[in-house]
């Protein structure tokens, strides 16, 4: 089913997926990373996520932030700073409608920060949360001016900059810099599950050892040789979402 969140006069799109009746008694919001979206085939990880959520009886909920997949909006404008303010909007409106006993936040790459972040915000509505290869190395990255292989004075930070065909505009890398990510997601003291790859080129492995450390109830699992999608050789993802159904189902 369509589901339709405005936000500063945005309408951003998502699908609530499984069996939608157990809403009120648990659901998952899955937030998608940087030039993401919320997928359209199994090689997507939220996408194939899903549906082992749904088989375990789990309602999913996954939204395009603003400028991503069919929400409204130019993703020259992104920041994680308005992306938060998407998933806090997404969030408020799920439990206006649902009512979810439980609620659950997931997020992969950028959308682990966003997650991790607003799990802190709202510590008193989320239940627990699920950070797979999440990105809080975007700070480093900001600051020594690298993105995904593009680099660019850190200093002197231009207006946008093309990222693999991605307008990412100036204020994104500049609001990076100044990010509070690990001292804010620790204000987050519920069960956390924490999943990467040892081999993600996209985000290093050390991320989510660091918030490991910050957490004061988290687990963590580093999937051998697994991407920064969580795919490898043999059943990484497999493996992977059963870690996250055995984690969101007890």
């Known amino acids: 089913m369509q589901y339709l969140v405005q936000r500063a006069g945005l309408t951003l799109r998502g699908e609530l997926t499984g069996p939608q009746e157990n809403a009120g008694h648990h659901l998952a919001i899955l937030f998608h990373g940087f030039k993401g979206d919320i997928g359209h085939d199994q090689a997507n990880l939220l996408f194939d996520l899903k549906d082992d959520l749904n088989a375990a ?17 130019d993703f ?24 979810p006993a439980r609620l659950t936040l ?22 627990d ?5 999440p990105a809080a190395t975007l700070v480093d990255d900001a600051n020594a ?11 002197h930070i231009p207006e946008s900059i093309d990222v693999d065909g991605f307008t ?22 519920k069960p956390v599950l924490l999943i990467h790859g040892t081999a993600d080129q996209i985000v290093n492995y050390q991320a989510s050892i660091r918030y490991d450390q910050i ?3 988290s687990t963590l699992h580093l ?28």
Request: a negative charge; charged letters at 15%; hydrophobic letters at 40%.
């Open 223 to 250: 999937i051998d040789g697994a991407s920064h999608r969580l795919i490898g050789p043999g059943t990484q993802r497999s493996n992977v979402k059963q870690l996250v159904v055995n984690f969101v189902t007890h």
């Open 57 to 73: 009886g789990i309602p999913t909920l996954r939204m395009n932030f603003n400028g991503c997949g069919d929400s409204d909006g």
């Open 168 to 189: 990412v505009g100036g204020a994104y890398f500049r609001t990076a810099q100044r990010l509070h990510i690990y001292e804010t997601a620790a204000g987050f003291t």
């Open 129 to 133: 949360l699920v950070l797979l290869a």
């Open 215 to 217: 957490y004061a109830n």
């Open 145 to 155: 001016g690298v993105c995904q292989g593009v680099t660019y004075d850190p200093n």
């Open 76 to 99: 020259a404008d992104m920041t994680v700073l308005n992306e938060i303010d998407d998933a806090i909007a997404i969030l408020k409106q799920a439990i206006h409608d649902f009512h």
């Open 106 to 127: 997931i997020g992969h790459s950028q959308g682990g920060v966003v997650a991790s972040m607003v799990a802190a915000y709202y510590h008193d509505l989320v239940d």
